[in-house]
């Protein structure tokens, strides 16, 4: 079930969330045992540091840019780009410039 977003209402993601200078903001739409869905806005050089996950993870860039590292591999991927991080394996993610993201996790 979606929460904190309007229904039956036409919506630009990235409008959901604000930057905040030095922080990462986050905003869940759905969280529950098989799918969550989380958008963020991360101001410039904040970051995640490496961890894992129990799901499959696509990210898509709503906004700005950001560096991704899956496993051993770096990403650099801007509004519109996606990419799918397989679960278990690790990753990180640094904002190069301000930017927004959805993440979608299915378990």
């Known amino acids: 079930m979606y929460k904190n977003?309007?229904?039956?209402t036409v919506l630009n993601l990235a409008d959901l969330t604000d930057y905040q200078d030095g922080?990462?903001?986050s905003k869940t739409l759905v969280q529950n045992e098989k799918i969550s869905i989380t958008l963020f806005a991360f101001d410039k050089g904040e970051?995640?540091?490496?961890?894992e996950s129990d799901g499959d993870a696509?990210?898509?860039v709503?906004?700005?840019?950001g560096r991704?590292?899956?496993?051993?591999n770096v990403f650099v991927l801007k509004q519109g780009d996606s990419i799918v991080m397989p679960r278990r394996l690790p990753h990180a993610v640094f904002a190069q410039e301000r930017f927004?993201?959805?993440l979608t996790v299915s378990f």
Not at 5 to 8: M, V
Not at 47 to 51: A, D, G, L, N
Not at 68 to 72: E, Q, R, S, Y
């Open 62 to 65: 709503l906004d700005g840019v």
């Open 100 to 102: 927004k993201m959805q």
């Open 23 to 25: 922080q990462i903001v």
């Open 47 to 51: 970051e995640i540091s490496t961890h």
């Open 58 to 60: 696509l990210v898509t």
């Open 68 to 72: 991704f590292t899956v496993g051993a």
């Open 5 to 8: 977003i309007d229904k039956e």
